[in-house]
Each structure stands twice: as structure tokens, then as C-alpha cells.
């Protein structure tokens, strides 16, 4: 077990103390990092006390630590699970060999650019997110979506970590760039599309967390599989805070669907959900179909060179290597999948490591649907006969082998003008974003009390009640 040394400006398990330089570089970075909080983080809330968990540790214990805290005082720390003995490299040309603790001079750029992509999406969702809380459905929701930007100001801490301790001057200067770049911006826009998309509204909040934090959790997966022991080890870390930014994501849509369907059974079935002042199904639908194929986009290309690379060298692995697979080079092997051949859909066999992008999104996408089970039932219990589904893995994609043609939800071919004509069928349009507006014009900040568009959750966070002041809201 690595100790934890909490009493330093940067709480860490690193022995951060041991090395000076490292520290110093860091010491000068976080108050870059607190002035892009003050600015980009939750609007209007950084005075009151809001009760939040904060990691002391990688153990059971060490990261049940509940409490009061100001955010711009909230301990963001440097966390690595610990080390596994004498690992080794788990997949591709160098498996059987020893991690490595340094980075090899042949694969630095290339790592280089995995750990600031995967930076970027940090900051980036906590810039989407940033107005949310002025229109909380409740102080339960609003303490959860503090606590998953905290969290992801943490993370982007993990890989700031990385590249301050091992890309010397290149990544002092990458980490300066994490908190340049901005969410939507025009001029210097983050790096991956979804995360440039606007979060304006709860239900969109409720989606990207079901949706595109579980890309965040298959992309830490993959990485925690790196032959690179110390990104392994921070992205194993990660992944159990991402647990919890994900149940956010499932019970708040699950409660948005529990009180649809509760409206409807009032409405009388055929009546106007909006009307009373609740989410209708048609725009739920919408809205997974949105984020749901913005986040598939977050996988890159289906054939990848890229990812092949990655796969033989080391980098990045499939999802629980180990456990899911039996053969692990990779190789003489190929994988069958959709692509276009001269603007058609046709089946091809490519090389499996070249479809390694495509076989991580298959685990995604089996995970998403768990989801979608789960709300369909909520819906079957209250007797309704709708259901929610995903949309084809080809719909309304923007990168890859479908990102220039257009397909219908159930995956058809169709022209970009059919697709422009019926668009707002399937995507949230003006008026699914105005009427959403309307519902999530004023926050409720009174503990207990819900929105009417949202069912309050089974219960409240660590033994805490429903109605517990989990912000303390500062009315000067
Ligand atoms: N948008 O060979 P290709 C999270 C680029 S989320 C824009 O198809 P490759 C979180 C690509 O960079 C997890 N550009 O794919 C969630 C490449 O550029 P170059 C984030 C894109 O290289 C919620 C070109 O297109 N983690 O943690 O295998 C809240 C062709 O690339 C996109 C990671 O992403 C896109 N969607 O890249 C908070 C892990 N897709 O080389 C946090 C690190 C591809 O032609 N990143 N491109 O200039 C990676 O593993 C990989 O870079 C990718 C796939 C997943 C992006
Ligand atoms: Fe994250
Ligand atoms: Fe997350």
C-alpha cells in the first residue's frame, strides 16, 4: 500500500516530496489550474459549501472521505492504484515483457498525444456542464453534478501528473495547453468532437454522463491496460470515480423516465406529457439518440491504423484484456464489420488489430443497452407499451467509415437531404431544446423538493436522507 501524504499543497500517494523539481513544476501549475476553475467551473457556486467525497487514498477508506468543502478548495490530488507486482505486458508484439515505469523513447509522441487527448476531455466537460447548475432539479442533483466535476478536474490532475513527471518540457507545456483550449470554441475548440457539443439542460447532463463518461470509462479500460505502468496505474484509479459519474447518468434518466411515466398514466396515455409539465418519450428518445452517437464518434475510425499501432506497441489494450480474451497478439486474426465500399454498405474482414477501435465500441455499446433494458422496464411495470431503444451504430455519426454518409436510426442508407429533411425527427430540434428550457427555467434549491419533470432518486448519497442540504446555498 503506498502512502499518502495529505499535508502538502498537492495531496498524493506519488511521493511527491522526493522530487523537487516535479514539485515545484506542479506547485506553479495549480494556480493556472484554480484560475481556469474560478473561471470555467460551476457558475455561481464556488462560495458555498457543498458535501462532497474527496480521494485521500486508493484503498476502500480512502476515498469514502465525505464532507463539507468550498470547490476552489477541494483537495485535488495525484492518485495511482497500487502497484501489481512484477506485472507484465498483457498484449501485443511485447507481451511477456516487463512494464515499463519510463517512457520509450520510440513510442513518446505517440503516448504523448493519448494522455492529452485523454486530458482534454477533463476540463472540457466541466466548461459543457458550467451553467448547469442555475437550473438544478434539486439540491440531491445539483451536489452530483459538483461532485463529477470535481472529479474531473481530478482527472485531468492524473494526466497533468503524467506529463509533468515524464515528457519533461513538451508535456510542462501540453499541460499549460489543457487549460487553453475551450470547450466550443471556434478559434482553439477542445480536441474531440462530443466535447465540443453544448450541455445546456439537465436531460442533456443525464445523457452525457450515461453516454459519454462510459466512453470515458471503455478509453480508461483500454489505457489501464498500457504497457506504460504508470498510466496504467492512474487510469485504474480513475475508473472507480467514474463508477459513480455513471450511475448519475443511469438513475437520472431512469428517474426522468419514472415520472414520464407516472404523467402519462395521469394524462390518460393518450394525453400531453408536456402539458403536465413532464418529458415526453418521443424527446427522450431524441436525446439518446444525440449523445449515444456523438459518444460512439469518440472511438475513432473502424479501421484505424492508429489503433493497430497502439494494440502491437503496447499502448492501449482491449477492455479487461485479460479476463475477455484468450489470445492476445492479435494477430492472423480478422474481424468482420460493416464499412462503405463506393457509397455502399458492404461486409468486410479486416486485420483484427486494425478494427481494435471497433472491437472496444462492441463492449460499449453491449454495456449501453444494460441501460436501456433497465428504463424499458420502468416503463413496462407502469403498463406502458413504448419502449426506448439505441439507434444504429451508423446513425448521425461524424467520424470513421459512416461519418460521410448519412444512415435512419434503424441504420438505412439515405441521401444527406432526407437525412437534412427528417432530422428533426431523431435529433432534439429547436423546439425539443426551448421546451426543455421552459421546463429548466428556475432551480430548486429547497432540500427535498424535485423539479416536476424528474422523480426523486431511491435514496440520498452515503446514508444521507433525500432531503439533506447537500449544498449549503449562499444566498449573498
Ligand atoms: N473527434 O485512427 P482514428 C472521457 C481523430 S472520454 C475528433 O480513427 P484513433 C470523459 C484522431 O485523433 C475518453 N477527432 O482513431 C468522458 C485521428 O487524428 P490524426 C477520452 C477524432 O487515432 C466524459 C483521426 O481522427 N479518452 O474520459 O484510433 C467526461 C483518425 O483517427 C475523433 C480517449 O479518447 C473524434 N471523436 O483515435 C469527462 C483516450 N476520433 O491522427 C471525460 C485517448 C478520432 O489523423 N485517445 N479523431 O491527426 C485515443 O485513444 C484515440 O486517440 C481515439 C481514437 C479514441 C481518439
Ligand atoms: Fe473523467
Ligand atoms: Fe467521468
Keep these: ?55 485521500v487514498g486508493v484503498d476502500s477508506e480512502g476515498w469514502a472521505n465525505f464532507g463539507y468543502v468550498k470547490m476552489p478548495d477541494y483537495r485535488w490530488g495525484i492518485f495511482l492504484a497500487d502497484e501489481v507486482k512484477d506485472r507484465k505486458i498483457g498484449f501485443g508484439d511485447e507481451m511477456g515483457k516487463a512494464v515499463w515505469k519510463e517512457v520509450p523513447g520510440e513510442h513518446r ?20 456542464q458550467r451553467l448547469l447548475g442555475l437550473t438544478c432539479p434539486s439540491v440531491y442533483d445539483l451536489r452530483n453534478l459538483f461532485q463529477v466535476n470535481v472529479e474531473e478536474g481530478r482527472h485531468l490532475w492524473a494526466m497533468v501528473y503524467l506529463l509533468h513527471s515524464h515528457f519533461g518540457r513538451d508535456g510542462r507545456e501540453e499541460a499549460e495547453a489543457l487549460l487553453q483550449r475551450r470547450s466550443g470554441d471556434s478559434d482553439k475548440p477542445r480536441i474531440l468532437g ?69 404523467l402519462m398514466k395521469e394524462a390518460g396515455l393518450s394525453g400531453d406529457v408536456r402539458k403536465l409539465g413532464g418529458i415526453d418519450l418521443p424527446t427522450i428518445q431524441k436525446y439518446i439518440n444525440l449523445w449515444y452517437s456523438l459518444s460512439l464518434d469518440l472511438f475513432g475510425g473502424e479501421v484505424s491504423s492508429n489503433a493497430a499501432q497502439f494494440f502491437a506497441s503496447g499502448l492501449k489494450g482491449r477492455a479487461h484484456e485479460e479476463k475477455e480474451f484468450a489470445e492476445h ?5 480478422t474481424y468482420k464489420m460493416n464499412v462503405m465500399r463506393e ?39 407502469a403498463g406502458i407499451a413504448d419502449r426506448l431503444t439505441l439507434p444504429s451504430r451508423r446513425f448521425h455519426r461524424h467520424q470513421g467509415q459512416f461519418g460521410e454518409v448519412c ?45 416536476n419533470w424528474l422523480a426523486p432518486p431511491a435514496r440520498g448519497i452515503k446514508e444521507k436522507p433525500i432531503d439533506y442540504e447537500y449544498v449549503r446555498y449562499d444566498q449573498a
Design 407 to 451: 444512415f435512419t436510426p434503424d441504420g438505412s442508407l439515405i441521401t444527406k437531404d432526407e437525412f437534412a429533411a427528417r432530422r428533426g425527427e431523431w435529433l432534439p430540434n429547436e423546439a425539443d431544446e426551448l421546451f426543455l428550457q421552459s421546463l429548466m427555467t428556475k432551480p430548486v434549491y429547497e432540500p427535498g423538493k424535485m423539479a
Design 343 to 381: 457509397g455502399k454498405l458492404a461486409e468486410e474482414e479486416v486485420p483484427l488489430r486494425n478494427a481494435m477501435n471497433e472491437v472496444l465500441r462492441d463492449s460499449y455499446v453491449v454495456d449501453c443497452q444494460r441501460g436501456l433494458n433497465k428504463w424499458n422496464r420502468t416503463l413496462e411495470a
Design 109 to 128: 509522441n505517440t503516448l504523448r498525444r493519448l494522455i492529452v487527448t485523454q486530458g482534454d476531455t477533463e476540463p472540457a466537460s466541466v466548461e459543457q
Design 194 to 262: 462530443a466535447f465540443n457539443e453544448p450541455c445546456t439542460n439537465w436531460l442533456s447532463f443525464f445523457m452525457f454522463t450515461y453516454f459519454t463518461d462510459r466512453d470515458g470509462k471503455y478509453q480508461l479500460l483500454a489505457l489501464a491496460e498500457s504497457a506504460f505502468d504508470p498510466l496504467s496505474r492512474t487510469t485504474r484509479f480513475m475508473l472507480t470515480e467514474e463508477a459513480h459519474h455513471m450511475f448519475v447518468g443511469e438513475t437520472g434518466v431512469g428517474r426522468v423516465i419514472e415520472r414520464t411515466a407516472q
Design 1 to 55: 500500500m503506498s502512502s499518502v501524504v495529505n499535508d502538502t499543497k498537492i495531496p498524493n500517494n506519488v511521493d511527491l516530496a522526493s522530487d523537487k523539481k516535479l514539485q515545484r513544476a506542479l506547485e506553479q501549475w495549480q494556480p493556472s489550474f484554480i484560475d481556469w476553475w474560478l473561471q470555467m467551473g460551476p457558475e455561481g457556486f464556488q462560495k458555498d459549501d457543498v458535501w462532497l467525497r474527496t480521494a
Design 329 to 333: 497478439t492479435a494477430l492472423n486474426q
